[in-house]
Nanobody, 125 residues
């Protein structure tokens, strides 16, 4: 069974920063063979992608709304993916989910195989 456990969410003022982490585990799960991603879901809205990173960390993809403010990275030795969020805005308020899939394209299609339980990010104005 695969577990993705997010942490690092919280309440921050506009312009502030947060760093989300997602630790992956599972007896048959090979972290370094999986693309990883962050998605967000705000109240009353559909889940949308925020940032993706391929298995090696060389390729990344970002939603237009976060380009230049957020950075996704991964540490394959620690089975962990990160999302550094800077210059936060109230529109960033959402539950942020970590996801994993062997295929990068499945992440882009919002159809990853594994999801975390989510962590709340609230940005006050």
């Amino acid at each position: 069974q695969v577990q993705l456990v997010e942490s690092g969410g919280g309440l921050v003022q506009t312009g502030g920063s947060l760093r989300l982490s997602c630790a992956a585990s599972g007896r048959t799960f090979s972290f370094s063979n999986n693309a990883m991603g962050w998605f967000k879901e705000a109240p009353g809205k559909q889940r949308e992608f925020v940032a993706l990173i391929n298995w090696s960390g060389i390729s990344t993809d970002y939603a237009d709304s976060v380009k230049g403010r957020f950075t996704i990275s991964r540490d394959n030795a620690k089975n962990t993916v990160y999302l550094q969020m800077n210059s936060l805005k109230p529109d960033d308020t959402a539950v942020y989910y970590c996801a994993a899939d062997r295929k990068f394209i499945n992440m882009q299609r919002l159809a990853p195989e594994y999801w975390g339980q989510g962590t709340q990010v609230t940005v006050s104005s």
